[in-house]
């Protein structure tokens, strides 16, 4: 697990500039099947630098199949994150959550998953300020409502 900490109202110590109504920030960290290969990329090394809490990561958070990284950072220090696995049945076009792989409060977490980048895996519902998101980490989302997708220079 990774922890940021955080004080007051907003994760302060995560260095997002936060935009109106977000409620987390998602950062695509790149693609590894395994936390020790992640660990070594010179990308990793250059995000740690950028969000230091990254340097005490241990291993994924959360995982499903896929080889997709995610760090998904609350923004207020009362959130809670939860993540579950999803699927999407095409031909019923209908979704499914499916078991719970994680919950916990406001430190943010580092999460692998998605076979592919058009079908997700994962469902990531993020709650703070008394407010909800519930999103799929994907690479190549545009911004939504709530969820703040982080681009680095």
Same mark, same amino acid.
């Given at each position: 697990?990774?922890?940021?900490?955080?004080s007051?109202?907003?994760?302060?110590s995560?260095?997002?500039?936060?935009k109106?109504?977000? *409620?987390?920030?998602? *950062?695509?960290?790149?693609?590894?099947?395994?936390?020790?290969?992640? *660990?070594?990329?010179?990308?990793?090394?250059?995000?740690?630098?950028? /969000?230091?809490?990254?340097?005490?990561?241990?291993? /994924?958070?959360?995982?499903?199949?896929?080889? &997709?990284?995610y760090?998904?950072?609350?923004? !207020?220090?009362?959130?809670?994150?939860?993540? !579950?696995?999803?699927?999407?049945?095409?031909?019923?076009?209908?979704?499914?959550?499916?078991?719970e792989?994680?919950?916990?409060g406001s430190?943010?977490?580092?999460?692998?998953?998605?076979?592919?980048d058009? !079908?997700?895996?994962?469902?990531?519902?993020?709650?703070?300020?008394?407010?909800?998101?519930?999103?799929?980490?994907?690479?190549?989302?545009? &911004?939504r409502?709530?969820?703040?997708?982080? *681009?680095?220079?």
């Amino acid at each position: 697990m990774i922890a940021c900490g955080g004080s007051g109202k907003s994760n302060a110590s995560s260095g997002i500039e936060w935009k109106e109504g977000g *409620l987390c920030a998602v *950062l695509f960290l790149g693609y590894g099947n395994f936390f020790a290969t992640i *660990l070594q990329t010179n990308d990793f090394k250059e995000f740690c630098k950028r /969000f230091p809490a990254l340097q005490k990561a241990t291993a /994924f958070t959360a995982e499903t199949e896929g080889d &997709e990284v995610y760090y998904i950072i609350p923004r !207020h220090s009362d959130a809670t994150v939860t993540v !579950h696995e999803y699927k999407f049945d095409i031909e019923a076009m209908k979704e499914s959550i499916g078991k719970e792989l994680y919950r916990g409060g406001s430190e943010p977490i580092l999460i692998r998953c998605n076979l592919s980048d058009m !079908h997700p895996n994962t469902s990531v519902t993020v709650t703070g300020n008394g407010k909800s998101v519930t999103f799929n980490p994907m690479s190549g989302l545009g &911004e939504r409502e709530g969820v703040q997708f982080v *681009l680095l220079d």
